[in-house]
């Protein structure tokens, strides 16, 4: 079992900035992908940016120009840096890991609102 503790959540205007943490309970080279999903009321849980355990990103299209993952292999977390956020960006947003084995793991989830 591994355990994600997630943080950074909370309420911002529309172009304000927020940055989301993950610090999984296993160490970072035993991870192959290091994840962010979002789920909004009413919607399925959608995908919003991954990195490899050598480094590599990927974003979605939704995001891509605006939030950023990152990881920090001192402190064994990844983050997901959102900058310019829009009202549509209100979620609970969910970190995920997957292991060498594909298994998964996910966060408790964090609220990130963006209201006007």
């Known amino acids: 079992q591994v355990d994600l503790v997630e943080s950074g959540g909370g309420l911002v205007q529309p172009g304000g900035s927020l940055r989301l943490s993950c610090t999984p309970s296993?160490?970072?080279?035993?991870?192959?992908?290091m994840r962010w999903y979002r789920q909004a009321p009413g919607q399925e849980r959608e995908f919003v940016a991954s990195i490899t355990n050598v480094g590599i990103s990927d974003h979605s299209d939704s995001v891509k120009g605006r939030f950023a993952i990152s990881r920090d292999n001192s402190k064994n977390t990844f983050f997901l840096q959102m900058n310019s956020l829009k009202l549509e960006d209100t979620a609970v947003y969910y970190c995920?890991?997957?292991?060498?084995?594909?298994?998964?793991?996910w966060g408790q989830g964090t609220q990130v609102s963006v209201v006007s």
């Open positions: 995920n890991v997957e292991n060498h084995l594909g298994e998964e793991y």
């Open positions: 296993i160490n970072f080279f035993r991870l192959s992908y």
